[in-house]
């Protein structure tokens, strides 16, 4: 069921098949879907978002309990292990230490005659988190968003996520957002939930950015509503791919499909390798390991189509082709990875050696797991701080600076005929300002 | 024709009109047009381009025809007055300077138990630069693209800007790109351009990443093939918003005002003051500068529409109203605007005092001139050379980390219902790797 594939035409041929899985044609009837979901909100306000979670959730809300109340937040603490708070702190540890490295931070700059530049980093006011129901309750997701967003300095975050049974909220997503900070928690989810976030509603703030990932509508209403509100990216299903060499451990290597394969019957889970043996030794285990696997169908047909292993000549052609896919995770499960990295050119996040399966960075490393997808780590990076921050540029003539450069700003000016541009500072030279800052 | 509002709250509630004035009712009718030219261009390819070139910009081109030559590109030189090479020169010189401060730089980080956590740092293999054409020939936004572009170390950049008559592109332009390393260079313009660059033909590349400014066609187009590729942002027409005191010099402040407005007839320029006086002396100077002006009916439109005068009781709350605006230009006109930058949490590049109009910034200083509009200054920043470069994260445990992290990333797993993220740890802990990387 997981094909090898040893010819590298083919398996280019596969691997670009698989990079454009989600075909346009699938998007477009949902479009119109979103549009109108998206205006509705922006029309109706809290009534559509009670409406649409009636109709799509199948759960009966009022206004009044939009909002997860503060008796429901301190109970998710009662209903999760003691174990695993441990392992949401630690998380939270670990990723709030990694995000806090490297933020930016404003400067300036003294030049000559007195003019001065810099940047003025200042984060976003109002961030919204969206975090997924559904196929499973994500609280590594709502530390994955809410912590950048902390670190960055924002003062007001958000989160939306669908309700299930009875309105209720996964525990385990409580407690990760209240030990983020959050606990402004809305249970409302898909693009209903957008809407909100983007326009705002009686009860809902609107906010600035808009983080997470969510289902295809989701994602459609998260580009419609984008140049309205920033966003993070468009997150598409996930995918390794796996360079190994003879060393690796096939039953490591299988574990490490499955687990992408899990996630959704789009996922994609891809081994490049020189070793035939291992190639052989992987695709069998994978069979044993899903025969037991609680969510077998959909993990099955995500192996099924979108699984692949490749046998190539090398693992410089194996770079190569993972280049060109630019994959979301790249694991170099090989004995000298760091001889390898270099040549890497487009990863979302690459883990290295035998001893870093991806859940280390899907959960606890510190590194963002929000990452791109479908070829997008071509030119996008994870979700970070960087973010929640923008910056303003700073910029201070003085009127010797203007003096001496004015003339080649007016010559720029005239031949892009903006007459007004070059008054702006023939004006001043005329009559220059009397106060000086130096 | 520039009123004067004296009164907050209806200044606040204008303030709020000219933000939100591209109005979504004008843009739906255009979107499909759009999708339509993308869907034909990445259908027909070249022919396309051809047609759409013939049928919008009343240019024939053939396929032979759309990539600007050798011979154009030397002629272009001698096109060009010394002054105005001369100030391109100097333009290239301190816009290159700026975007070198603060490239972001790889790094790793080691941490107890050999677990490396880092990031790695990589450009975009290939960038594609849209320039208009249009209203005006814009030597400085080819800089303003290319130059950050250059200094990231993308090592292919294509630029594609529609053809005036006898398909001549502007040779400014052609100079200015040259100046910048530019030599692949398409005479296409519109959303037929951007569908180029996104799908590629068989002339013009696919591109990882497209940035550039362009009417609402080319912004739409940006808008539906991101995903695609990557965009800088979704430039609207362009604002500046002035704050000033009692000593500033009403025809400075006039001609910045007007130096915005000439820009578009949906050009936006606003003045907020303390100052009565200033106000109405403004008011006249403006009328004054408008009745010579080249551009007269363009800028007289933005100005009716779209101009602004605010008398505010203080800097403070020109300040705070600027904020709720998020101007793409701010300029603090005033005495001492060191103390009140402190107070501006969003705006696109703030300009400090009486010496540096906008144009100083448009042109010559270094901070890139491509800046987030409508509101976006909530939210985005400039163009830079991050909009070039993307990050990996590398993240590498040792079996020893694995062992000690592994029950949390385990406790994790299994609140999430993924159980072969939870077997890729536990099978690796069965069987650590022999090979060790210490």
């Given at each position: 069921m997981?094909?090898?594939?040893p010819?590298?035409?083919?398996?280019?041929l596969?691997?670009?098949r698989?990079c454009?899985r989600?075909?346009?044609?699938?998007?477009v009837?949902?479009e119109?879907t979103?549009?109108?979901?998206l205006?509705t909100v922006?029309?109706q306000?809290?009534r559509?978002?009670?409406h649409?979670?009636?109709?799509?959730?199948?759960?009966d809300?009022?206004?009044?309990?939009?909002r997860?109340?503060?008796d429901?937040l301190d109970?998710a603490?009662?209903q999760?292990?003691?174990?695993?708070?441990?392992?949401?702190?630690?998380?939270h540890?670990?990723?709030?230490h990694?995000h806090?490295q490297?933020?930016p931070?404003?400067?300036?700059?003294?030049?000559?005659?007195?003019?001065v530049?810099?940047?003025?980093?200042?984060?976003?006011?109002v961030?919204?988190?969206?975090v997924?129901?559904?196929r499973a309750?994500y609280?590594s997701?709502?530390?994955?968003?809410?912590?950048?967003?902390?670190?960055?300095g924002v003062?007001?975050i958000?989160?939306?996520?669908p309700?299930?049974?009875?309105?209720?909220?996964n525990?385990a997503v409580?407690?990760?957002a209240?030990?983020?900070?959050?606990?402004?928690?809305y249970r409302?989810g898909g693009?209903?939930?957008?809407?909100?976030?983007?326009?705002?509603?009686?009860?809902?703030?609107?906010?600035?950015?808009?983080?997470?990932?969510?289902?295809?509508y989701?994602?459609l209403?998260k580009?419609q509503?984008?140049?309205?509100?920033?966003?993070d990216s468009?997150?598409?299903?996930?995918?390794?791919?796996?360079i190994?060499d003879?060393g690796?451990?096939?039953?490591?290597?299988?574990a490490?499909?499955?687990?992408?394969?899990?996630h959704d019957?789009?996922?994609a889970?891809?081994?490049?390798?020189?070793?035939?043996?291992?190639?052989?030794?992987?695709?069998?285990?994978?069979?044993d390991?899903?025969a037991e696997?609680p969510?077998?169908?959909?993990t099955?047909?995500?192996i099924?189509?979108?699984?692949?292993?490749?046998?190539?000549?090398?693992?410089?052609?194996a770079?190569q082709?993972s280049?060109e896919?630019?994959?979301e995770?790249?694991?170099?499960e090989?004995e000298t990875p760091?001889?390898?990295v270099?040549q890497?050119?487009?990863?979302?996040a690459?883990?290295?050696?035998?001893?870093t399966?991806e859940?280390v960075?899907d959960?606890?490393?510190?590194p963002n797991?929000?990452?791109?997808?479908?070829?997008?780590?071509?030119?996008?990076?994870a979700?970070?701080v960087?973010?929640?921050?923008?910056?303003?540029s700073?910029?201070?003539?003085?009127?010797t600076?203007?003096r001496?450069?004015?003339?080649?700003?007016m010559?720029?000016a005239?031949?892009?005929?903006l007459i007004?541009?070059r008054?702006?500072?023939?004006l001043?030279l005329?009559a220059?300002p009397?106060?000086?800052y130096?």
């Amino acid at each position: 069921m997981l094909r090898i594939i040893p010819q590298l035409s083919e398996l280019r041929l596969e691997l670009r098949r698989i990079c454009d899985r989600i075909q346009q044609n699938d998007i477009v009837h949902k479009e119109a879907t979103v549009q109108q979901i998206l205006q509705t909100v922006q029309r109706q306000g809290d009534r559509a978002l009670v409406h649409y979670t009636a109709e799509f959730d199948q759960v009966d809300l009022t206004v009044e309990t939009l909002r997860v109340k503060g008796d429901e937040l301190d109970a998710a603490y009662q209903q999760v292990s003691k174990e695993l708070l441990d392992a949401i702190r630690l998380a939270h540890k670990q990723i709030e230490h990694f995000h806090r490295q490297h933020l930016p931070k404003s400067w300036v700059q003294f030049n000559p005659d007195q003019v001065v530049l810099g940047k003025r980093y200042t984060p976003v006011d109002v961030a919204g988190i969206y975090v997924p129901g559904g196929r499973a309750a994500y609280p590594s997701t709502v530390l994955m968003n809410a912590i950048p967003a902390k670190v960055a300095g924002v003062s007001q975050i958000v989160m939306v996520t669908p309700p299930g049974q009875n309105r209720a909220i996964n525990p385990a997503v409580l407690v990760a957002a209240q030990e983020a900070g959050i606990d402004e928690i809305y249970r409302v989810g898909g693009a209903q939930a957008i809407a909100a976030l983007a326009y705002g509603t009686a009860t809902i703030p609107a906010v600035d950015v808009i983080t997470g990932p969510g289902n295809i509508y989701v994602t459609l209403a998260k580009k419609q509503v984008f140049g309205k509100v920033g966003i993070d990216s468009l997150a598409g299903p996930s995918e390794v791919l796996i360079i190994a060499d003879e060393g690796a451990n096939p039953c490591h290597i299988a574990a490490d499909m499955l687990a992408q394969a899990e996630h959704d019957p789009l996922a994609a889970a891809i081994l490049l390798t020189p070793s035939l043996s291992l190639a052989e030794q992987v695709a069998a285990v994978v069979l044993d390991q899903l025969a037991e696997h609680p969510r077998r169908l959909l993990t099955e047909k995500a192996i099924a189509h979108y699984g692949l292993i490749g046998v190539v000549e090398s693992l410089e052609v194996a770079a190569q082709l993972s280049n060109e896919f630019a994959p979301e995770h790249l694991e170099l499960e090989i004995e000298t990875p760091w001889d390898l990295v270099d040549q890497i050119r487009h990863a979302g996040a690459i883990f290295m050696g035998y001893s870093t399966p991806e859940a280390v960075g899907d959960y606890i490393a510190g590194p963002n797991h929000t990452l791109p997808t479908s070829g997008a780590a071509r030119y996008a990076s994870a979700l970070g701080v960087e973010t929640f921050i923008k910056h303003s540029s700073l910029i201070q003539y003085s009127p010797t600076a203007l003096r001496k450069q004015g003339n080649a700003i007016m010559a720029l000016a005239e031949a892009e005929g903006l007459i007004s541009h070059r008054d702006s500072v023939r004006l001043r030279l005329e009559a220059p300002p009397t106060i000086d800052y130096d």
